[in-house]
């Protein structure tokens, strides 16, 4: 499928989400498929991520302390 865009695209499985930003933050890939928190997590942290896309659908959320 890829081929037939003129993509040259290598998948591979990691196992956690934080190991997906460790991964976009070293250069060692591109794109993740990962949850909300590990996103916003990395992107907290420098990493240049851009969110495309959610993925969650339920089990996840954003608690934030309503005085800050």
């Known amino acids: 499928m890829y081929k037939d865009q003129g993509l040259n695209v290598t998948s591979m499985t990691i196992s956690t989400g934080s190991s997906i930003v460790s991964a976009i933050a070293s250069g060692d890939i591109d794109l993740g ?24 659908l339920d089990g996840s959320g954003i608690v934030v302390d309503p005085k800050t």
């Open 33 to 56: 498929y990962i949850g909300i928190a590990p996103a916003l997590q990395g992107i907290n942290e420098g990493v240049p991520i851009k969110i495309v896309a959610a993925v969650n």
